[in-house]
């Protein structure tokens, strides 16, 4: 398979007019060549942290805190999923990864609440897609070991010390949430050693210095801070620390739209729109050791292709501008995963 257009190549996303040349699912030449095709060609996404779970609830609890929305184990979402029969649940999620996959999600890391069951859900709803997922089991040692890793609510709300030993004795990632609401509890998570952090909206100069110090990767979710009133996480000062990567968070606030983060991030965050196409691609990809994210020979072609004739992005004078700030769904023309 030959992919032609503006092919947006390597980790600084340099801008080449040329072809993509796939083989068994992998890349095996980038040529520079004209073409006559107004493609723009740019990895599939990599969404680093997603709640799927919560489709069946989308836009529910309007006006309420984070807690009352989201925290364990009685927060509106875990009422709801409760609630909610494992058919209903399967068939929501199914619905959300078949719009990520058309969109250009490659894959997402998702935090899977329900324990084994829960885990379980998510491996049906994603049978039969392209999209691939990283499923990080929540609540007991063997949610972990039914999934791919370990997802953790955050350091206040449990000890996580056990399900943490555990989940490095399996040589599985450990992300948990920290900072969201505070700065309380970031330290104790640091503690944790994490393979990576989620939200960080609150961090003291001490936290910053530790993330740095001790490599810690943070994934940050801007829209859903803001939704749930928690603020924005200082992106610019964390992109100059340490890896960051791009979430949506849950699908009960918002869209798991990378397209829609991409433009948030960049606008309210004070950060270029190559480190956050970075974000939404190569970093996501690290934290979980996948071979994808970027547009390199050897690399897994997991491939968006957008109409850059299109009505949105014709006379585009930056592609990586465009791609990040202004392209959406409807400027998908092909996803290759």
């Given at each position: 398979?030959?992919l032609?257009?503006?092919v ?31 493609a ?5 996404f ?13 836009e529910?609890g ?17 009422r ?10 399967v068939?929501?999620?199914?619905r ?14 998702e ?9 379980r859900a998510i ?5 039969g897609?392209?999209i691939?997922?990283t499923v990080l ?12 890793g ?7 709300d ?9 989940t ?53 979710c ?12 200082p992106i ?16 009960m606030?918002?869209s798991?739209?990378?397209f ?12 270029p729109?190559e ?5 939404a ?6 934290l979980?050791?996948r ?5 390199e ?6 491939l ?7 009505d ?11 791609v ?13 995963l």
């Amino acid at each position: 398979m030959e992919l032609e257009g503006l092919v947006l190549r390597g980790r600084t996303f340099d801008p080449i007019e040329g072809r993509v040349v796939v083989d068994d699912g992998e890349i095996v030449a980038i040529e520079e060549t004209e073409t006559d095709s107004d493609a723009i060609i740019c990895p599939a996404f990599v969404n680093a942290h997603t709640h799927i779970g919560d489709s069946i609830a989308k836009e529910a609890g309007a006006g309420l805190s984070l807690d009352d929305l989201v925290a364990p184990p009685d927060g509106l979402k875990h009422r709801l999923l409760r609630a909610a029969s494992t058919e209903e649940k399967v068939e929501a999620m199914r619905r959300s990864l078949r719009f990520m996959e058309r969109s250009g999600t490659a894959r997402t890391i998702e935090f899977r609440e329900g324990g084994v069951e829960g885990v379980r859900a998510i491996r049906e709803a994603l049978d039969g897609l392209d999209i691939e997922a990283t499923v990080l089991g929540r609540e007991t040692v063997d949610a972990m070991e039914a999934g791919d890793g370990f997802g953790a609510s955050g350091a206040r709300d449990d000890d996580f010390a056990e399900r943490r030993a555990a989940t490095r004795a399996a040589n599985k990632p450990f992300g948990i949430h920290a900072g969201e609401r505070d700065s309380h509890d970031l330290s104790p998570a640091l503690d944790l050693d994490p393979t990576f952090l989620v939200h960080v909206v609150h961090p003291e100069p001490h936290h910053l210095d530790r993330i740095e110090r001790e490599g810690v990767p943070v994934v940050v979710c801007p829209r859903s801070n803001l939704v749930t009133g928690v603020g924005t996480p200082p992106i610019a000062d964390l992109c100059d620390r340490t890896t960051v990567a791009l979430g949506t968070d849950n699908v009960m606030l918002n869209s798991p739209s990378m397209f829609r983060e991409m433009e948030f991030a960049t606008k309210v965050g004070d950060v270029p729109a190559e480190e956050v196409l970075r974000m939404a691609t190569i970093h996501g990809a690290e934290l979980v050791d996948r071979n994808c994210g970027l547009i390199e020979t050897g690399r897994d072609a997991k491939l968006l292709v957008l109409d850059g004739d299109s009505d949105n992005l014709a006379g585009a004078r930056d592609p990586v501008r465009a791609v990040v700030r202004r392209a959406g769904v409807a400027d998908v023309e092909r996803v290759v995963l």
